[in-house]
């Protein structure tokens, strides 16, 4: 199985901030890498796939980048809608294996 | 508009088997190339991929679960299926059905299984 590794596990920031989550993969797995965010009660929302293409409706101060085994994750400036947890996910073979979350919580 | 609910026994005792269902409507789960997928999240954990069913009948399961699992579809109704046989308290979680386009697109609400005597 491909491992996912986060970090941090969690980090406080302010409104505005800019914030950068990273991931890497046990192995390589070219740009099929996916950023998803989760509140609270909610099914994980999709925002990132393939690494850095933007799902339809997600505001645009999200951002991915990275390939290989390296990835990030940024917010340009934290809005008080984004505070939650979030996962990256390898969909580049099976077993579909996520890391273990980011908690952005409010500072 | 594609939707997914999952539906399902809430409550399962230890030993016995946990059968949910997920009902597709705005779609159909007979087209290609997607997956339909099984995916739970323990209390206050992570993600774990359960497994998947394609079009064609194929299925894909997480090897932690040591052969427990089966999904299954059933295309007359637009919906598929999780069982997970031999249930312990490691297996209370919310339990989601999601399409795999590659990726996780579409989600169902979720639903919590809590297995205890």
């Known amino acids: 199985d491909i491992q996912m590794t986060q970090s941090p596990s969690s980090l406080s920031a302010s409104v505005g901030d800019r914030v950068t989550i990273t991931c890497r993969a046990s192995?390589?797995?070219?740009?099929?890498l996916n950023w998803y965010q989760q509140k609270p009660g909610k099914a994980p929302k999709l925002l990132i796939y393939t690494a850095s293409s933007l799902q339809t409706g997600v505001p645009s101060r999200f951002s991915g980048s990275g390939s290989g085994t390296d990835f990030t994750l940024t917010i340009s400036s934290l809005q008080p809608e984004d505070f939650a947890t979030y996962y990256c996910?390898?969909?580049?073979?099976?077993?579909?294996?996520f890391g273990q979350g980011t908690k952005v919580e409010i500072k | 508009q594609l939707q997914l609910q999952e539906s399902g026994s809430g409550l399962v005792k230890p030993s016995q088997t946990l059968t949910l269902t997920c009902a597709v409507s705005?779609?159909?789960?007979?087209?290609?190339?997607?997956?339909w997928t099984w995916i739970r999240q323990p209390p206050g954990k992570g993600l774990e991929w359960i497994g998947n069913?394609?079009?064609?009948?194929?299925?894909f399961y997480n090897p932690s679960l040591r052969g427990r699992v089966t999904i299954s579809a059933d295309r007359s109704k637009n919906q598929f299926s999780l069982n997970l046989t031999s249930v312990t308290s490691a297996d209370t979680a919310v339990y989601y059905c999601?399409?795999?386009?590659?990726?996780?697109?579409?989600w169902g609400q979720g639903t919590k299984v809590t297995v205890s005597s």
């Open positions: 999601a399409r795999d386009s590659v990726v996780f697109d579409v």
């Open positions: 069913i394609y079009q064609s009948g194929s299925t």
């Open positions: 705005g779609g159909s789960i007979n087209i290609s190339p997607f997956a």
């Open positions: 996910q390898q969909s580049y073979n099976t077993p579909r294996t």
């Open positions: 192995q390589s797995i070219s740009i099929y």
